[in-house]
């Protein structure tokens, strides 16, 4: 470290405490990557909690001349956000959201995920301009300093046309928020001159006629490419200037510490279809006549794009796309169905003549399988690269009379260079188009293999057809080469003016858009070894991090990935210390739960990963067979414990307190065959752990299925087990040992499969729910799906707290509990930014900190005085009811609430 690296963390060290100060190699090999294809190693990593911490950090990197890098999501795919030097991270204090004007503006602080924007305004029937397809993961921040785009969005709704206000702060320290008045007053008084100098450079562009013309034309299409010199054209006062050159500059120019857009509209009725083409000139042909209608997004795939998603095709149509076919997805939106009948019909002429693969249709589930066969063309080349290969996807804009051209050609490049597997997509309607290939570094030649490529493309794009090199995905590290090449010799010389004088000393990301070096595309490449069969087709795009609950305590399952990756390449001595370092952030604290696959663009569960290397690791084999033939003795050790410690258990804040024993099970006896029975299972967790005052919940969901006419056979479990913890603690052989033997019993109880089984623990229910020969129901989806409509239900008019457990999410995506909450209750609180409460199993007992960073943002969404909260996993209610906050909140099964709001129907009163 160099010495005014460490006069510069000592400075830090006085207002952001240690464990915000990150400098183990470890904690920063894991955010040296982003989705980028580049790889760069911080020498501190500082996560930054307050608006006036970062004034602090930028004042001292200024005082010592150190080079920062702020980060957002990570999900940047041109190399924007990492770093040699300074990596900044924003704690999840960033997350403040405020709704405004009833929905027509929204502000919000960078931390603020996109999709979680869009859920805030939904009521209101508005949303932000920006969708990226990266929207569920990435964060406003990077929205706004990238100048984000997307399907629908086109050149009207990004960043830079949303702007109302904005709130920053500056190389210098200086924070000023263009909302307010007063801070505006204050910074034209101490940064005159600046402002001085922007308005002057503004007028000298507009001086002059060739490059205004050029900027002009540029920014009609999709352009980040550079700063947004727009600016310098579409205003005259210097703040204004300012304030949109730092949308889309990447994080050179300052901090974004909020933003106010204004939002647009939803369309309340739409349609969605996939049409067949014989070329890209007949696709293309079409499009200006759908522009014409108003449509919401058109988008363009080409053969080799169909071919990588035939599967997904193949549920939809029986038809295979031909060799050189191009297809339009094709979504419409009118503000009622009414008027999008009337634009459909219109619709359906201009289009009369082309194979429709899919029909326009406004069914929903129609839809998604639609855009879910868009979005999968990225992970598609992803999931079948070759090992130790990344995936690289650029996107382009030209003028979209050119589109159709643009696209032969672009194919005709990737043969010339060997890029057989290279597909093409994007949004037609804005002439803009993606193309993703894989590509090695190991060697010169693929190296060389690349720079040529990227040379050829830049030709293409720039002299060809006058297009711009990027459309969405931001300047960074790998086009700041080529910026002469899109605005010669002036444009580049504005832009350098504009770094100068925002940021004279050049400390604010280095490298990332400017830069000297014409050979800086091909520096610091990353490297993609393989770790593990599991987790190799991984392409580190982040979109994993929202659902991990162990993101903000130790590593997300990208970070997981990404050190053990760099660690192949340390010295000896270092990977020892990485490896040490990993046991604790990477095996033990993962909750292993595999939410993670669920937002995957290539489905890695990175659980599976974790589970074995703990199987490597496993030592006691022998210990775990005793357990397992001894489970039911000790699950009443367990319970005769639970009754002595739990007193002292109260005293310990840390750890949550222990809940009190369960009462021995007590099966009903078996009856004679009849229809309407079904098996109940009473799982491990509530043979052990008890709601505390409640019954137990076997006797309520026996009491429920009365109600509804349904005879419940409660079994006794002698001991079995859906085998899920000895799995979660690598001994899997036993895990399965012990499921073959839970479906032999319940082969025999159910008569070979005659009536179904229901387990009340959702982690069970998810362990079990292939049982060969079985119908295995959890327990929550069974009472929505066969009890909850034959009762009659008198919901409640007052807040009901509703955890979806991850095991439901991989189930059935949290549908049934939803459906049963919103029965119980007219006010339904799903908390945001929990996905997993992180108690995984035994975990919110051995390692309380996983649970807590998990809920930390429960507390404060719970609302006065609330009494009601619900969940389907015993340990999950137990750290929720935790950290809930009010002592009187208690998670139970919503069995319980169920029950207690509900009474048979007419229909089956009969049959109690």
Known sequence: MTAALDNFQRQLSKVIPAPRLLTKLSQRIAFSTDASFYHKVPKLVVQIATREEMQVLLRSAQQYEVAVTFRAAGTSLSGQAISDSVLVLLTRDWQHSEVLEQGAKIKLQPGVIGAHANHKLAAYGRKIGPDPASINTCQIGGIAANNASGMCCGVKHNSYHTLDSISFVLADGTHVDTGNAESVAAFRTSHKTLLQNLEELAEQVRANPQLS???????????????????????????DILAHLLIGSEGTLGFIADITYRTVAVPQASATGLYLFPDSHAACAVIPALKAIGVEAVELMDDRSLQSVQPLLAKLTPVTPPQGAVALLIELGRDD????????????????????????????TTGQALWQIRKGLFPAVGAVRERGTTVIIEDVAVPLEALPDAVIALQDLFDQHGYHEAIIFGHALDGNVHFVFTQGFETQQEKAQYAAFMDAVAKLITERFAGTLKAEHGTGRNMAPYLYAQWGGDGLAVMQRIKALVDPQGILNPGVILNDDPQAHLQDLKLMPPVNATVDA?????????????????????QRIALMRRNANRSAAEQHAINNDFQHLGIDSCAATGLCATACPVGINTGAWVQELRAEQAQHQRTANWIADHQQGLESIARFALTAARPLSKLQQKRPALPPAAQQQKATPATAARTDKVIYFTTCPNRVFATAGQEPLAQVVERLCAKAGIHLQVVEPKGHCCGQPYLSKGYPN???DKQQALRDYLWQLTEQGRYPVVFDASPCALQVHDLEGIQCYELAAFLQQCVASKLHMTPLAEPLMLHVTCSSRHLDQGQSLRVLAAQCST???????????????????????????????????????????????????????????????SYRHIAYLLDELSSANEQTKDLV
């Open 337 to 364: 169905h009414q008027t999008l009948q009337q634009a459909l019909q219109q619709l359906e002429q201009r289009l009369e003549g082309f194979q429709a693969l899919c029909p326009m249709s406004t069914d929903v």
């Open 538 to 558: 991984c392409i580190e795009c982040g979109f994993c991090e929202p659902q991990c609950p162990s993101l903000h305590y130790t590593l997300s399952p990208r």
């Open 213 to 239: 013309d050029t900027i002009a034309t540029q920014f009609r299409l999709k352009n980040t490419m550079g700063y947004g010199l727009n600016a310098l054209l579409d205003y005259h006062d210097g703040l």
């Open 734 to 736: 036993q895990a399965e």
């Open 827 to 889: 006010q339904v609180i799903e908390p945001e930014q929990i996905q997993c409460c992180g108690f995984a199993g035994d975990k919110g007992f051995s390692q309380p900190e996983l649970n807590a960073s998990a809920l930390a943002p429960l507390a404060e969404q719970v609302p006065a005085h609330c009494k009601h909260a619900v969940s389907n996993s015993r340990t999950c209610e137990i750290g929720l009811s935790h950290h809930a906050g009010p002592a009187e909140l």
